[in-house]
């Protein structure tokens, strides 16, 4: 098999998520007790990639105290810093430098590009298998939605082949949308302009349709998400805590008092304390925050270390932020 190398896109400063982000990027929000990046790197692992670059912008000095070079993952991890935003396809051209593939002549070995906000149950190696069965310059993983209105939809044609890309348009002609992962052979990569501001979605995709490339869509209907808002999030991190068959998550060291309630996949983090009589339901309470007794909180985000008073009622609040 063909070494399976990737690049994760976790520049972005996620203003949807708003103050969640205020200090922390988007893609370092904790989802079911751990950062958001972490689930998509053991995806990529999962999948036989040995390789894998963080393309970082916004507070990207965040990432690699935590992450390191991978040893404790599995796979080997490298990062690629913007001083500037590049946009996705100037993100994909600069981390594309630091694979180890760098310099190799193999231009159709396959590099899959995630987006930093998708959690997606997709079968990544079917994807692969896919690409390499087609002989395509670039394979997108595609999805349905009910309403394509927010998304890229994608037009195929009878052979599977993208027809053509519709970017957010009040009718779009399909349901079928990006799903933002895609597999690029490298070679085409290379063509994208090192150093320039550019939008893969918006520029590179409809050249490379422009210019004849080999584009296929490979559509996978199961579990996804774009964890773009507060409330996505809280959703994303109960899915995961119920697909452990979990009622909800307690971290190590949290404390939780014998007459609280907590469920609805809520999480519990480390060394937090739950206050008699306390209910929590679907909310994360950060690290070494405190909920008095007797609150009650439903669908909430508490932050590492606050402290939220007793008999306090919220519904969609943030605390500490």
């Not at 290379?190 to 550019?198: R, Y």
Request: charged share 20%.
């Amino acid at each position: 098999m063909v070494n399976r190398s990737a690049i994760l896109l976790v520049g972005g400063r996620g203003t949807r998520l708003q103050p969640l982000t205020n200090n922390t990027p988007k893609p370092m929000l904790q989802v079911a007790g751990v950062p958001f990046t972490e689930h998509q790197i053991l995806k990529a692992r999962d999948a036989g990639i040995s390789e894998i670059v963080l393309a970082t912008s916004f507070k990207a000095e965040l990432f690699e105290p935590y992450f390191g070079d991978g040893a404790d993952f599995g796979i080997s991890i490298k990062y690629a810093v913007e001083e500037v935003a590049l946009g996705t396809g100037g993100a994909i051209s600069n981390a594309a430098q630091v694979l180890s593939s760098a310099n190799e002549s193999n231009g159709r070995a396959p590099i899959a590009i995630f987006n930093g906000d998708v959690l997606s149950g997709h079968d990544l190696n079917a994807q692969f298998e896919f690409h390499e069965a087609k002989g395509a310059d670039v394979t997108l993983y595609l999805t349905k939605v009910e309403d394509a209105r927010a998304y890229g939809a994608v037009e195929l044609d009878d052979f599977g082949k993208v027809s053509a890309f519709n970017e957010k348009m009040e009718n779009p002609p399909t349901n079928t949308i990006n799903a933002g992962c895609y597999i690029f052979n490298r070679d085409v990569i290379n063509t994208i302009p090192f150093g320039k501001v550019i939008s893969v979605e918006r520029e590179t995709f409809p050249k490379l349709l422009n210019d004849g490339a080999k584009v296929f869509g490979f559509i996978d209907t199961s579990y996804w998400l774009d964890i773009g808002t507060p409330a996505a999030l809280l959703k994303a991190s109960r899915d995961l805590v119920f697909e452990k068959k979990l009622e909800f998550l307690a971290l190590e060291g949290s404390k939780i008092s014998p007459s609280a309630k907590v469920n609805g996949g809520s999480v519990i983090g480390r060394a937090a304390q739950i206050g008699d009589a306390a209910q929590i339901s679907g909310s994360v309470i950060g690290d070494g925050a405190k909920v008095g007794a007797g609150a009650n909180l439903l669908n909430c985000f508490v932050a590492e270390g606050f402290e939220v008073p007793g008999h306090v009622i919220a519904e969609n609040n943030f605390f500490g932020y």
